[in-house]
């Protein structure tokens, strides 16, 4: 009897030597996964306005926008009205703030809130003034605009 109680003692200490270094390999590699990631995570911003460039779409209700933002600094904005038979472009500058994270458009882009208000836009010409839209880059997917209004998603680089 000694010896089976001795048997399962024995047995019970090397199976919690065994948890106690795979609990200890868990506390040594999750710093090490675990820093690299949130600092990934952290830097959800581009960088710079070369990772801004490429070709970006957006629909919101009656629209379907193209935003094309080239590495000189000129953008090139297709609006077109899902349902009619409408379309027309807007060209001009933006630029990138890196500590704020914005994307600033000269006076000539187009939001796409309403209808009449891009149908206005694209027909007139007149300028609504400056528009200041966040950009985002989480797990390589990049965005500008917000989750409030009209969001341009990233589908190629140039």
Not at 49 to 58: I, K, P, Q, R
Not at 65 to 94: C, K, M, N
Not at 122 to 146: E, K, M, W
Request: proline share 4%; charged share 20%; hydrophobic share 40%.
């Amino acid at each position: 009897m000694k010896v089976r109680i001795a048997g399962i003692l024995t047995y019970e200490l090397n199976r919690q030597r065994r948890s106690m270094n795979t609990n200890a390999i868990g506390r040594r590699l999750g710093p090490i996964i675990l820093v690299p990631l949130l600092c990934w995570l952290i830097s959800c911003h581009p960088n710079d306005d070369s990772e801004l460039t490429g070709v970006y779409s957006a629909e919101h209700n009656w629209t379907k926008a193209t935003l094309t933002l080239y590495p000189d600094h000129r953008f090139v904005q297709v609006v077109a009205l899902i349902e009619h038979d409408f379309a027309d472009s807007a060209s001009g500058l933006w630029s990138y703030d890196a500590e704020t994270h914005y994307v600033t458009f000269d006076s000539n882009f187009v939001g796409l809130m309403s209808v009449p208000n891009v149908v206005h836009d694209l027909q007139s010409r007149q300028a609504f003034g400056l528009h200041a839209l966040p950009a985002d880059n989480y797990f390589g997917s990049v965005t500008i605009g917000s989750s409030e209004g009209v969001v341009y998603k990233k589908r190629s680089a140039l």
